[in-house]
């Protein structure tokens, strides 16, 4: 087919592969007539990718979009069987309101001045400074007897984790909350003073 210059200003007769290499140009393709139909597979690599442009809001279900971590080297004694703030907390800001916070405590030790005696844990959890109210809540049996200033202490590890659901994208803090089961017995939280750590991990819901 011969090549044919329209007077509409339409060219007509070129074959696929007619245009020498090079002539189309950025400059010549129309804005937003590229799209990902045309693209094909594997034709944007790493190296194509402007940098910060992959965002919390592209990326898939499950995926981490952020991890904070506090810890807490502090002991606190109590012999109540209601709740009460450790020195341990820590805060994120979720990307979005649909994400989910995996809360982790773990490290340092729990003690009880008592046989049969046993702690109470809970996660607590506070939006925008308003009141801190419980998420999770276990009751620690305790499991080892160490006998330390002239008395028994049943010593176990500290352990909690929770899944949980804030529903917001505004400033969130946990809490590690403890009490003594019984009341009148004597609980210890993070008796032997090392480190307790609560880790906060953002999951893209």
């Known amino acids: 087919m011969a090549i044919v210059i329209n007077g509409s200003g339409t060219v007509t007769g070129i074959a696929v592969g007619g ?3 090079g002539i ?3 400059g010549t393709l129309a ?6 139909a045309e693209l ?8 194509h990718i402007a940098t910060d442009q992959i965002t919390s809001a592209i990326l898939p ?4 979009l952020q991890v904070v971590q506090s810890v807490w080297e502090g002991t ?16 994120i800001t979720p990307s979005s309101s649909s994400s989910k916070i995996l809360v982790t405590i773990s490290g340092g030790s729990q003690a009880g001045a008592a046989d049969d005696v046993g702690n109470i844990n809970s996660i607590y959890r506070s939006i925008n400074s308003a009141t801190a109210a419980t998420i999770a809540e276990s009751g620690t049996e305790m499991q080892v007897n160490y006998a330390a200033m002239g008395g028994t202490y049943m010593i176990t590890p500290v352990i909690m984790q929770k899944l949980d659901s804030p529903s917001t994208a505004l400033s969130t803090e946990y809490f ?3 009490s003594s089961r019984d009341n009148g ?10 480190e307790v750590n609560m880790v906060l991990m953002e999951i893209a819901g």
């Open 185 to 194: 017995n004597t609980s210890i939280a993070n008796w032997l003073g090392g």
């Open 61 to 64: 279900a499950g995926s981490v």
């Open 31 to 36: 804005t937003n007539s590229v799209d990902s």
């Open 19 to 21: 245009l020498p290499d």
């Open 40 to 47: 094909i597979d594997g034709s944007i690599d790493t190296a």
């Open 76 to 91: 606190t004694t109590t012999t109540s069987n209601v709740l009460a703030a450790t020195g341990l907390s820590c805060t």
């Open 24 to 26: 189309v140009d950025a």
């Open 176 to 178: 590690w909350y403890f």
